[in-house]
């Protein structure tokens, strides 16, 4: 890969990878990228390293910039494999005067590469190493993504290397947000959002007051994933102190799978009851959408909505999956309703229920169960519910 230049004496020199359709559970259907940075001063710094398979693109790019033997520190940010999975490769390579990490880093990286010989420099929140002309500050930010993860900033660019943080799984041949749609990148940065750092939102919210706090002015935020934020580093920031605080607006997702179509029916008719109230209604047949498209919609919704058929007395094995999934993910501030046919027994409502009653979503009631083929009053009552969620949703907003 060609390296790019993003500030004077800062380059990208990352990995763009078009083929991944799979990030543990998370569909990436435009691929990503494994960003990585080099910091050319009197010291020598490369921030991140890249999945294993990149490593190639990665040392071409990084070539074409410097030898790589005259790097002083390696910067682990994060442990997870897609940004040091060539790690061990590139130390025989480049051999460093200092691997820099969080301590959790530390513990990570013995327990990914057990190598205890290497030269780990352990730093602290707030702790600066001066590169002659620059100044690396780190700050940690445990559990975004990994309890090992960590940001850089580069105080004299104030350009801050967050991580995971800010993220996007996109392929693109473009580097910076203002050469791409910003609606596609938004909707990218949102699903990345929904799907890996939602469970942590209450820390998104209190990094975002310590980086307030401690005063970190921000011109440009350089993720370790996707387009790198340079005219819009402000949105960005937005955009999380909203999903953070997981704000919720006039919107329901419908979620429902359906056997021999009765179920379904039951879902476009409680999304009619909705759409008469004005709410926002996005429905959703799970055997042609995946959880994590799903879940890019749930995050500012106010209303989930969960429909299923029973079998072999249980839910449909899709929406199983969907509320385990969904569960994990720890959505704050909803509300909710079920419904669902039935042969002869009718177990799937109330486990949907259960469920959401795990998550602590309030369900509106009723809970509705027909029996095989709904009639049109059962029409009517899934419409009337989908009206009362309505009426709950202007309540709560
Ligand atoms: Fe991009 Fe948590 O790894």
Known sequence: MKPIEIMKSVYWVGAVDWNVRDFHGYTTYQGTTYNAFLVIDEKIALLDTVKKPFMVDYMEAIRQIVDPAKIDYIIVNHVEPDHSSCLPDILTIVGPEKIVCSSMGKKALLEHYHQPEWPYEVVESGQDISLGQKTLRFLETRMLHWPDSMFSYLKEDRLLISSDAFGQHWATGERFDDEVDQSELFSHAAKY?????????????????????????????????????????????????????????????????????????????????????????????????????????????????????????????????????????????????????????????????????????????????????????????????????????????
């Open 193 to 397: 959002y929904a799907n890996i750092l939602l469970p942590y939102s209450s820390l998104v919210g209190k990094l975002l007051d310590e980086v307030r706090k401690i005063g970190l002015d921000i011109d440009m935020i350089a993720p370790d994933h996707g387009l790198i934020w340079r005219s819009h580093p402000d949105k960005i920031i937005e955009a999380y102190d909203t999903w953070g605080k997981q704000k919720a607006c006039r919107k329901a997702v419908i979620v429902y799978d359906t056997m021999w179509n009765s179920t379904e029916a039951m879902a476009r008719s409680v999304a009619d009851g909705l759409l008469e109230k004005n709410v926002r209604v996005k429905l959703f047949d799970l055997k042609r959408n995946h959880r994590s498209d799903i879940m890019t919609e749930i995050l500012d919704a106010k209303a989930l909505i969960f429909g299923s058929p029973t079998l072999n007395n249980g839910m449909m094995p899709t929406m199983a999956d969907m509320l385990h999934y969904l569960k994990g993910l720890r959505p704050q501030n909803k509300i909710g309703a079920v419904f669902g046919s039935y042969g002869w027994s009718g177990e799937a409502v109330k486990l949907m229920s259960r469920a959401l009653e795990e998550m602590k979503i309030e369900a509106v009631e009723p809970k509705i169960t027909i029996q095989y083929i709904p009639t049109a009053e059962d029409l009517r009552d899934c419409k009337q519910l989908g009206r009362k969620v309505g009426e709950a949703i202007d309540k709560a907003v």
